[in-house]
T-cell receptor
């Protein structure tokens, strides 16, 4: 158990819908990272927050947005969902250099 | 060409064999990570390296910064080592991780 929690574990929704994925970092970790793992593209970095502020941006679509709240939990919002958004979404947290990964949310868009 | 390349893509071994997985990268990095992804999907960070060699139990990771290459070795492999092993590099000027495509290892009893 990494200490990072993600909810929900599984999410099935339809194209065009909007969903919110939630991540609670390890106690004391200030950084939260979001990653997408799809079958055809592997793991990709989406975005990083540090203590509430956006720190780095990767291959995140404009339809996706994220935020980190004062209690350091983070949410990833995915809107106008497409079939290709079906993937595993991981968050990770860190205080130093090692990232601790959550169990992931499996999103299926039908 | 991917910035992080791993080889082999797939690897099968008999229990007890010595395993080597290779990772080459083309960008400047501040650190390299080896991750293990279990069949259920969970990801565990195995090592973070910026130079030299690290050992944890039966796992050994090495990095050669000049050659932009890292290896992950598993000694006395066991069926529970079956997983996907992923190399990821942190680019030198950001905290972004760039991932390899992973090596799927299956160890048979």
């Amino acid at each position: 158990d990494s200490g990072v929690t993600q909810t929900p574990k599984h999410l099935i929704t339809a194209t065009g819908q909007r969903v919110t994925l939630r991540c609670s970092p390890r106690s004391g970790d200030l950084s939260v990272y979001w990653y997408q793992q799809s079958l055809d593209q592997g793991l990709q970095f989406l975005i990083q927050y540090y203590n509430g502020e956006e720190r780095a941006k990767g291959n995140i679509l404009e339809r996706f947005s994220a935020q980190q709240f004062p209690d350091l939990h983070s949410e990833l919002n995915l809107s106008s969902l497409e079939l290709g958004d079906s993937a595993l979404y991981f968050c990770a947290s860190s205080l130093g250099n090692t990232q601790y990964f959550g169990p992931g949310t499996r999103l299926t868009v039908l | 060409k991917n910035e992080v390349e791993q080889s082999p893509q797939n690897l099968t071994a008999q229990e007890g064999e010595f395993i080597t997985i290779n990772c080459s990268y083309s960008v400047g990095i501040s650190a390299l990570h080896w991750l293990q992804q279990h069949p259920g999907g969970g990801i565990v960070s195995l090592f973070m390296l910026s130079s030299g060699k690290k050992k944890h139990g039966r796992l050994i990771a090495t990095i050669n910064i000049q050659e932009k290459h890292s290896s992950l070795h598993i000694t006395a492999s066991h069926p529970r080592d079956s997983a996907v092993y992923i190399c990821a590099v942190r680019s030198w000027n950001t905290d972004k991780l760039i991932f390899g495509t992973g090596t799927r290892l299956q160890v048979f009893p």
